[in-house]
C-alpha cells in the first residue's frame, strides 16, 4: 500500500487583483470648492450629486436652465452658486474637482487641459477621451455607498445591475449605517480592547443583517457592550468556524459560507476547495493550504487542529474550509473536539455534498418512491487505505438503495467486485463523477460491473464520486454541460 507523503501547512500565494479599467474611490467634498462649467440639462444631475456629497458647487453657465436654476436654490446638502458668465482657467485653482458639460470636443478638450494644468481631476460628461474619473450608477444607503462601473462600455447594464442591488439592500441600512457611524467614537473611548471592539462590531452587523428594517437605538448599543462583558477573557479568543465550500461550485456556496469568508483572519483550506471559492474570502485574509490528498502529500490531523488552535487563541477567525460539507466525510468531529478542549469557540456552516451537487448537475433525483426508498453515504476506503472491512454488503447491495461513494478511486475494483460475490446485481445501474459542479466535471457511466475499468480508462482526475442505485436507470439523459465518457445506462 502506498504511503502517504507528510505536508506541511503552507501560506497560499495570495491572487493578484485581476485587470481594473477604474479605480473606484469615494471623494470626502463635503465643505470643499467643485467646479462646474455648463448649465444644460446634463449638467444638472453631476450639481446635485456634487451638492450631495456637501461640496460647494460653483456653476458657470451664460444661460442655466430652469432644471438647474431650482436646483441652486434648493441643494439636497451643500451649496451651488451659479455665475452667469463662461469659465476660465483663472476658475479652476483651488477646487478639488471640475466638471464640465459641452457638446463640442474642442471646448471639452480646453476645459480639460485647463483643469489638468493646476491639478485638478476633470470629468467631462459622456466625452471619456477627456475623463480622469468617471460618474457610476450609485445605490444610496449612505453612509453606505456603492458605486457601479462599466468603464462607459455599457450604462444600460450598469443601471440594471443597480436596479438588482437596489432590491438586494434593505432601506433600512442606512439607520444601521447611520448608527454606526454615531457609536463608533463612542466604542472607541468604552475602553475595550481590540478583540472586544470587534465582538462589538460583529454584533452589531449581525442585528443589522436580521433586523434591516428596524431603527438601531441606544438600548442596542447598551445590550452589545453588556453581552461583551459578559463574556469576560474569552471575548480575547478567536474562534473556529467550519465551513462547507460545496462540491466546487463557488455559486453552491450558502450565505453564512459567504458572510464567514469576508470575516475571516485566516482561513485554513484543503485541496479540494476550488480557487473561485477563495474569491470571495476578504483579501486581507491570509490563505493556509492544509490539504489532504488520497495516497499523496497530506498534513498530519494532529498538525491541522493545533494550528487552528493556536491562531484561534491568538484571536483569530479562523475558518476551517472543507470541500462538500465538513460533517461528511470531513474528520469534523476530530477538529470540534480539538477546539473544545482548548475551550475554543467553534461553528459549523454546513455545505452541499458532493453527492448532491453532482446529481443536481446531471440532473438526476437520488431518492425515488418507486425505485430508492433510502440513500446512503458511504466511504471508499478505511484509514489504512483498504476497502473498509466493517463494510455492510448488504445494504449496498438492497436494490431500493442508492448508494454515494466517497474517494472510492483507489479501491473501486476490490470493492465492487467484493459487493457483487455478496449480492449486488453486476448490472446496476452506476456512474462515476470527477471534479462535479466544476467546469471541467467529466461523467463515466455503465453497469456496476463494468464501471471500475470504464474509470481506469477515463483516467479521471479528482475528485471522484460513485453513485450506485437502479435510480439511475432515469438517468436517460446527461445534461449538455457535462462532459461524458464511457457507456449510458438507459
Sequence with gaps: MPVKQPRIPSEASPTRMQALARLPVFLALDGKRAVLAGGSPAAVWKAELLAACGAHVEVYAVDPCDELLQLAADPPRGTIAIDRHDWTAEDLKGAVVAVGAFEDDEGAARFASAARAVGVPVNVIDKPLFCDFSFGAIVNRSPLVIGISTDGAAPVFAQAVRAKLEALLPNGFTAWAVAASHWRSAVKASGLSFSARRKFWQLFTARAVSNPEREPNQTDFDSFIAEINGLGAAVENGSVTLVGAGPGD??????????????????????????????????????????????????????????????????????????????????????????????????????????????????????????????????????????????????????????????????????????????????????????????????????????PLRVAEAELPGPVLVLVGQVLNSHSAIRPNAKSVGQKTG
Excluded at 266 to 285: K, P
Excluded at 333 to 348: H, L, P, S
Excluded at 350 to 355: C, D, E, L, V, Y
Design 250 to 451: 463557488p455559486e453552491l456556496l450558502t450565505l453564512r459560507a459567504v458572510r464567514a469568508l469576508q470575516s475571516a483572519d485566516v482561513i485554513l483550506f484543503d485541496d479540494l476547495v476550488s480557487r473561485e471559492v477563495l474569491d470571495f474570502a476578504r483579501r486581507e485574509a491570509k490563505k493556509m493550504l492544509v490539504g489532504k490528498t488520497g495516497f499523496g502529500p497530506s498534513c498530519k490531523q494532529e498538525d491541522i487542529n493545533a494550528l487552528m488552535v493556536g491562531l484561534a487563541k491568538q484571536g483569530k477567525r479562523v475558518v476551517r474550509l472543507k470541500g462538500g460539507d465538513p460533517l461528511i466525510f470531513g474528520r469534523a468531529a476530530e477538529e470540534i473536539d480539538a477546539c473544545k478542549a482548548a475551550n475554543i469557540a467553534v461553528d459549523i456552516v454546513p455545505g452541499i455534498t458532493a453527492a448532491q451537487g453532482a446529481a443536481a448537475r446531471v440532473g438526476l433525483p437520488l431518492t425515488d418512491r418507486k425505485r430508492a426508498r433510502r440513500l446512503q453515504y458511504v466511504t471508499g476506503h478505511a484509514k489504512n487505505g483498504a476497502v473498509p472491512s466493517d463494510f455492510d454488503w448488504q445494504s449496498l447491495a438492497d436494490p431500493t438503495t442508492t448508494t454515494a461513494i466517497y474517494m472510492p478511486t483507489r479501491t473501486l475494483t476490490a470493492l465492487v467486485e467484493s459487493a457483487i460475490a455478496r449480492g449486488l446485481d453486476p448490472r446496476t445501474p452506476a456512474l462515476a463523477i470527477a471534479r462535479a459542479t466544476r467546469p471541467d466535471q467529466t461523467v463515466v457511466t455503465a453497469p456496476i460491473s463494468e464501471l
